[in-house]
């Protein structure tokens, strides 16, 4: 059963369009979803809780109504806004325990779950101080933990990662991956960030301007739209003509090569150059996408241009063909 | 990760029992009472609610101090004047904790997390104003309570009467309390900054009491009573009086209040209308900032 299936979802605002016909479904799971700002990312979270209804379509989650069961799936979700909602003078022990009554927890248990949510958002002895002295990253552990500690079967996660330096971020999205994976919770985060969703989400939908652009699971993106950059330490122009000579796409980027990967043997093209050049190689990683670069190829973003890349992309129909050359 | 150890416990679900509204909205009434009086928060929240409480006790002691010296009745207060007689103070304790309850949540947009849960807009609205209401109350009760008991103890004269002055003063004081909060709720609401929310609910109590007062001052000059009854229904202190005084047999405590029983049911209407107008006001803005 899919957790989350809308068919022909519309929300028209008096200026803006912020859905428009999205009919998607996705499997339990840890699924992203990513569009640029103004997206509809946030509109499509709050229909989906029941609490703004759309213009036209319909959705369910978890199998229940948006419109008419809209209280029965308040009850087995949690949400994580992605503005700040925490209020300063409480710590956040009272909060949390707070929230897990709102969800209908007796007293007892409320204190339990808090007390071990927040261990498991990483929280310890700062839980009993007001929440007005924790920096960015206590902030976002303080309202993942109000999202989880009702024991939901599915958690909305609206921008996770806002704010967050890298190593914060790099915490929030190990904690993202273990809620899908330890915990048997099924989590939708959205992200403007494709790349940071790529190493947590078994499944990403992107949606633009309210359109659905694509559905599929992950594999599939780093396979169609994979590009490998490499840095040598000096000697890159006699290294991107080499390539080119071999028949490998190359651009150049400052210092870095750009290569499109076209299978495993791009991997081995480049080593065995660098070898063959003698050139000390610093690095060579899989570009991480913006979702600005699958915006360009993607279809109905401009049908106008470049067809041929768009046809070329994986669909969601079509059967991904499988894992390789994508080394995460 | 330094803290892998403790994550090692792992993931427990909870099978437990889930309670419904009933709880829900009960759990709501008692987080915002006890907010109402800074308790769960640092202790800077609890010095104005705790002091003004303080200060509200002092005449109703002092009275029957002197009472139980002098041994003359009339040196204590009537039960039904404490409120209006204190009016400043509790304005002054409606001004700074109605912010508490009813813009905190907004300013710092906790509200989408309660809606995001199995809590109704009218159950959320209810269970903030009825926690005011409850605090207000508190605040009035208390030393009308230990008025009423001082007088019990020191032997004050005619306890059957003292006994029903003191019921309807209660009464009174639960009406106090409705009518004050819901006025502060809405003004608080509306003003999402703190120290603005502060100062827009004593300003709309002193213009409307100012007001009333000024133009009460030039009917009485005139002699034209009537009008300067009827034009206390517009004071919210006043207003509640003339329910006293007019259904509750109490004595005036104001300057003035409009004639007859009905004038009683009218202020009692108007008072109904000002709670029920607030608490649709409250739940128009709380299901707005529900979605924001």
């Known amino acids: ?328 | 990760m330094s803290t892998s150890t403790i994550h090692d416990i792992g993931y427990r679900h909870y099978d437990g029992r889930r309670n419904g509204r009933a709880y829900v909205l009960r759990s709501l009434f008692v987080h915002n009472l006890r907010a109402a009086y800074g308790l769960g928060r640092p202790a800077r929240a609890k010095v104005m609610p705790f002091l003004l409480g303080a200060i509200m006790l002092l005449p109703a002691a002092g009275s029957v101090a002197v009472f139980a010296v002098t041994d003359r009745p009339e040196t204590l207060m009537r039960y039904s004047s404490y409120p209006p007689n204190l009016q400043v103070i509790i304005a002054i304790f409606l001004a700074t904790q109605a912010p508490v309850l009813a813009s905190r949540e907004l300013r710092f947009r906790v509200v989408p997390l309660y809606f995001s849960r199995p809590v109704g807009h009218l159950d959320f609205v209810v269970a903030k104003l009825a926690a005011l209401v409850t605090a207000l109350f508190a605040l009035m009760a208390v030393p009308v309570t230990v008025l009423y008991v001082g007088g019990l103890v020191t032997k004050a004269p005619d306890p059957g009467d003292q006994l029903l002055r003191y019921l309807g003063a209660l009464l009174g004081c639960a009406l106090f309390a409705l009518v004050l909060s819901a006025i502060g709720m809405v003004v608080a609401a509306f003003t999402p900054r703190r120290g603005f929310g502060v100062a827009a609910v004593i300003a709309v109590y002193m213009v409307s009491t100012a007001v009333v007062l000024i133009v009460q001052g030039i009917a009485e000059q005139e002699t034209n009573f009537t009008l300067s009854g009827w034009m206390g229904l517009f004071a919210p202190f006043n207003l509640v009086d003339t329910v006293q005084v007019r259904l509750l047999g109490a004595s005036k405590s104001s300057v003035q209040v409009a004639p007859g029983t009905g004038a009683g049911v009218v202020a009692l209407a108007l008072c109904a209308v000002i709670v029920l107008g607030s608490v649709a006001v409250l739940y128009r803005r709380f299901r707005k900032a529900g979605l924001s």
């Open chain 1, 1 to 328: 059963m899919p957790i989350i299936a809308t068919q022909g979802l519309t929300m028209r605002f008096p200026r803006v369009t912020a859905l428009d016909d999205l009919s998607v479904a996705v499997e339990p799971g840890v699924v992203g979803l990513v569009g640029a700002n103004g997206a509809g990312k946030s509109t499509l979270i709050k229909i989906l809780l029941g609490l703004l209804p759309p213009s036209a379509g319909t959705a369910s989650v978890l199998g229940l109504d948006i419109a008419a069961e809209g209280a029965r799936i308040r009850e087995v979700v949690g949400f994580m806004p992605e503005y700040d909602c925490l209020p300063p003078d409480v710590s956040a022990t009272e909060f949390v325990v707070h929230m897990a009554r709102m969800g209908g927890l007796p007293p007892s248990a409320a204190r339990e779950r808090a007390a071990d949510t927040l261990r498991h958002v990483g929280l310890y002895e700062e839980r009993y101080r007001p929440i007005g002295g924790y920096s960015t990253g206590m902030r976002q552990r303080v309202k993942l933990a109000q999202a989880l500690v009702h024991d939901p079967r599915l958690v909305f996660l609206d921008e996770p990662t806002n704010g967050l330096d890298p190593a914060g971020r790099d915490e929030m999205l190990d904690l993202i991956r273990r809620i899908g994976a330890e915990f048997g919770i099924s989590v939708l985060v959205t992200s403007h960030l494709l790349g940071e969703l790529e190493r947590v989400c078994d499944h990403v939908v992107i949606i633009d301007g309210g359109k659905l652009l694509r559905s599929q699971a992950v594999a599939a993106y780093t396979e169609a739209s994979g590009v490998l950059t490499v840095e040598v330490d000096e000697g890159g122009d006699r290294l991107g003509r080499l390539l080119r000579e071999q028949g490998a796409a190359v651009r150049e980027e400052g210092r870095l090569l750009v290569v499109d990967i076209a299978g495993e043997p791009t991997y081995d093209l480049v080593r065995d150059g660098v070898a063959d050049l003698g050139l000390r190689l610093i690095r060579m990683e899989q570009r991480r996408h913006h979702i600005e670069e699958i915006f360009q190829d993607g279809p109905g973003a401009t049908a106008a241009r470049a067809p041929a890349e768009a046809v070329s992309a994986p669909r969601p129909g079509v059967p991904g063909t499988g894992p390789e050359g994508a080394p995460r």
